[in-house]
């Protein structure tokens, strides 16, 4: 066979395939989408006349979203910082600080005492203040969205219970968002900061910049562009995660008035495919384009890989 | 007993091999020098069809082996095969990355395999390393355990995919003596390397190729002496200097 | 590391393994303590109320019962999904790579929740008529939950699969092994011990979601403590404080079902794990 030939028939093969591979793709969706249509109808012209509705609703849920996610990213950044400070093992600063005051002379015997004492409690003070963020993140972690929201909602009834029942609602779905989101958060600029931390840290103070300076103007630039794409990811994730509130109940966001729906009008798979619909609107071309950004700015070897944002 | 008759092949818009023939008698070593991008690792991959071929013929032992009734398979437990990144099964350790093939396709008893294996192993001087995955292993000890691994198999013929490029320089030596060994014990080689101190004194004959094309063969002397082609001379002016 | 002992000893490491397991173990069961006696201090409850317990022990236990059972079903039916469908979506044919990457698109799109209940409502419609009741319907949102990690679990098998070295298969082949030979023998395991760490991240995330199946009636750990708790809120005369208590319980649950399992995994990679083989982000 002569080589041309041989390359044609491969490209024809592969034209082949993007063909059959494009109408088993559509022909699924629209075998699928047929039989579910027949089975529970498909009232095109709720759809048409009640989308605003879910529109609606959809707003309220990226309102929620957007303001849990900014304020959770205050408590993100501040606990990712703290995490991201190294605790030497506390044994050897011990051991450090008690050999230099074995050295040091008797006259300043009661300064040095003073100072291994301080470094104690500093120590203990900082590797406290560490693990205690590192509790917080571990509970957030560990345990459903649900139990966190429902815990939240608990709390302000019972401690606000002549607060109007929307506000209640809103109230807690607000604080059990930013809660969680402030966690998953912090793992991001945890990494960040981590990542570019280790000896470059060292490299600037060589040049003369304090740590601060250092933190400033060397590992912060870094670190921000490295947690973008992960902390895009982690606004997609709380959205979604946004759907949970449905167990708060009196905040029409975009599941709850679906299902609200589907009860009340009996047109279940129109509320179905209408909140569905909505939902990946959103999140599959936001995560496109982020998976694109990504690859395309991609430099080997430099990329954090933040575990799995909050999905429940 | 290898012999290819008007390779052909393109990657897409790519000609990279342009009717390549050569022939390697038994016992003989085939060293091919030539810039990179000339086809060499296509042309090797071609031997033992790990690349398909658009055109030509591939000969083993007198038999048309690139043929839809003949299994790649059974063409490569023939012709062995070392890479330039040694490609060792990081999952496995020494002995079991040699003692894989033998198990699992030629299908011998593990016990044999495995004291054949230590055979190996120390024939290419890394006895006491059978238990040691690939990560632990310098870059020459892991191509020195690729070289026993494909040996494991009994190939009639082995083929050298730029072994030693890879390597930092200390360990380069101890793999070209393993192969100058395997030389001296008879065996079959078609190697591609720039390693032109052991082309000299191993090779029986030398192919310079460019750009899919062989411009120039003939013993060690004759390529490195008096090469009779401008691009051979070029090249070999500028590699041995 | 401990840091209730300060005395400084020659050697400042401890030996790896179990005693460093132990410590932390400790660790945080001293912080699971304290923080809940903070809570408590907070919220104002007794957590050891022994009127509560009796009341609520047995709807606790047997929510823990229910939600292992659906984690019976679910992890291992979501692996097998999230297998079949990564290796699927590594093949060069598009006929079949193209189908699979719009599942997984749609089951990372939608949330869970919905999933579940729409699931739960509609599924039993789809069955003859004999078999529709809730329960069934619950079954059917824990299979939606499960084609919901598998799209998840795909792309963590898909990653692991695109990091093994093509040269691995090259080598494998050019000692005469078979594509399916070197798939079994070379690629899948090196694919899957790569594949471990960001499982039992993914696996912690099924655990929590089986919470989702109260929202369609289960009486999951969470469902039945929702029940219990709904129940506090509207007998009168009960302290609007047990409800605390029962939360932070499920709450420990949870925890300890999250990580009790992660720590597992992780065990596993250990003792599997491929020195010099790193992931790749896909």
């Known amino acids: ?63 929620v979203t957007t303001i849990s996610y900014v304020l959770g990213m205050g408590i993100g950044f501040a606990l990712g910082w703290v995490r991201s400070t190294q605790a030497r093992p506390l044994v050897k600063v011990l051991a450090a600080r008690r050999s230099e005051a074995a050295s040091a002379t008797a006259a300043d015997g009661g300064r040095s005492d003073r100072l291994f004492l301080g470094t ?25 969205l649900l139990v966190q929201i429902v815990f939240v909602w608990s709390a302000v009834i019972v401690y606000f219970p002549r607060l109007d ?5 809103l109230l807690s779905g607000i604080i059990a968002l930013t809660a969680n989101t402030g966690g998953y958060q912090s793992e991001i600029f945890r990494a960040g900061i981590h990542t570019v931390h280790s000896g470059q840290v060292e490299a600037a103070r ?42 708060v109940g009196s905040i029409a966001e975009l599941t709850t008035y679906g299902r609200f729906e589907a009860f009340h009008t009996a047109h279940v798979f129109e509320a179905f495919a209408l909140v569905s619909g909505i939902y990946l609107l959103i999140t599959v071309p936001a995560s496109k384009l982020i998976e694109w950004v990504e690859r395309r700015f991609r430099v080997p070897g430099l990329g954090i890989q933040a575990p799995r944002t909050a999905r429940v | 007993m290898i012999r290819v008759e008007d390779l052909e092949k393109h990657f897409g818009p790519l000609h990279v091999l342009r009717g390549i023939s050569l022939e390697v008698q038994k016992g003989e070593v085939l060293v091919i020098i030539g810039p990179s991008g000339s086809g060499k690792s296509t042309l090797l991959r071609c031997i033992n069809l790990l690349i398909e071929p658009d055109s ?4 083993l032992d007198g038999v048309q082996v690139n043929r839809r009734d003949i299994r790649p398979e059974w063409v490569r437990q023939q012709v062995g095969m070392v890479f330039q990144s040694f490609n060792l099964f990081a999952h496995l350790t020494a002995l079991e990355n040699v003692t894989l093939g033998p198990i699992r396709v030629l299908g011998n008893d593990p016990k044999v395999a495995e004291a054949e294996g230590r055979k190996l192993l120390a024939r290419v001087g890394l006895a006491d390393k059978w238990n040691v995955y690939p990560a632990q292993l310098s870059g020459g000890q892991q191509q020195r355990v690729a070289i026993a691994r494909a040996l494991a198999m009994n190939p009639k013929a082995m083929l ?56 120039e063969e003939g013993s060690p002397e004759e390529i490195f002496q008096h090469p009779q082609q401008e691009r051979t001379r070029t090249f070999v002016g500028k590699i041995l200097r | 590391m401990a840091a209730i002992v300060a005395t400084p000893t020659r050697s400042s490491s401890f030996p790896l393994g179990l005693s460093r397991f132990a410590i932390r173990g400790a660790e945080m069961a001293l912080g699971a303590v304290l923080f809940i006696i903070l809570l408590e201090y907070v919220l104002q409850f007794d957590a050891l109320d022994p009127v509560l317990w009796n009341l609520y022990l047995p709807v606790f236990l047997s929510g ?18 999230g297998f079949a469908v990564g290796w699927a979506r590594i093949s060069r044919l598009r006929t079949i790579s193209w189908p699979l990457t719009v599942y997984v698109d749609f089951f990372r799109g939608v949330p869970p929740i919905i999933i579940v209940i729409f699931a739960g409502i509609l599924g039993p419609s789809l069955l003859p008529s004999r078999f529709r009741s809730e329960e069934i319907g619950i079954l059917i949102g824990a299979v939606a939950l499960a084609l919901h990690s598998g799209a998840y679990q795909s792309e963590i098998f898909r990653a692991g699969f695109m990091s093994v070295p093509r040269g691995q298969l090259e080598a494998a082949q050019s000692l005469g092994m078979t594509r399916g030979k070197a798939m079994a023998y070379v690629v899948l395991p090196q694919a899957l011990r790569l594949s471990i760490p960001p499982l039992s991240n993914e696996f912690a995330v099924v655990v929590k979601d089986t919470s989702l199946l109260a929202i369609i009636g289960a009486f999951d750990l969470f469902g039945s403590s929702n029940i219990f708790t709904a129940q506090v809120l509207l007998t009168p005369g009960n302290q609007l404080s047990w409800i605390f208590v029962v939360w932070t319980g499920v709450a420990l649950v949870y925890f300890l079902m999250t990580f009790s399992l992660t720590e597992l995994l992780n065990a596993i990679d250990r003792r599997y794990h491929v020195k010099g083989l790193e992931a790749v982000t896909v």
């Open chain 1, 120 to 144: 104690l409690m500093l120590y203990g003070f900082k590797y406290y203040v560490h693990r205690a963020a590192d509790a917080y993140v571990a509970i957030i972690r560990g345990t459903p």
């Open chain 3, 64 to 81: 823990i019962v229910t939600t292992l059972r659906y984690l019976g079903i679910i992890l291992p039916l979501s692996a097998a999904i």
């Open chain 1, 206 to 247: 060589a040049m003369g910049l304090s740590r601060w300076g250092a933190m400033r103007y060397v590992v912060l630039p870094q670190a921000i562009r490295l947690v973008i794409p992960p902390l895009t990811n982690e606004y997609i994730g709380l959205l979604k995660a946004s759907s949970l509130l449905i167990a």
């Open chain 1, 165 to 169: 029942p929307l506000l209640q609602g």
């Open chain 2, 56 to 59: 030509g013929r591939v000969f």
């Open chain 1, 1 to 63: 066979m002569a080589p041309i030939s041989q390359e044609r028939s491969r490209s024809r093969w592969r034209i082949l395939d993007v063909v059959a591979a494009a109408v088993v793709t559509i022909g699924a969706i629209a075998y699928l989408a047929d039989v579910l249509a027949l089975r529970w109808g498909l009232n095109v012209a709720y759809i048409s006349a009640s989308y605003p509705g879910y529109l609606k609703a959809a707003w309220i849920s990226v309102y």
């Open chain 2, 160 to 215: 050298f995919d730029e072994p030693t490029s890879a390597l930092d320089p200390e360990y380069i030596r101890e793999v070209l003596d393993v192969m100058a060994a395997l030389a001296r014990d008879g065996m079959t080689m078609i190697v591609v390397t720039h390693e032109m101190g052991f082309a000299g004194t191993v090779a029986k004959r030398i192919l310079f190729m460019d750009a899919g094309r062989i411009i």
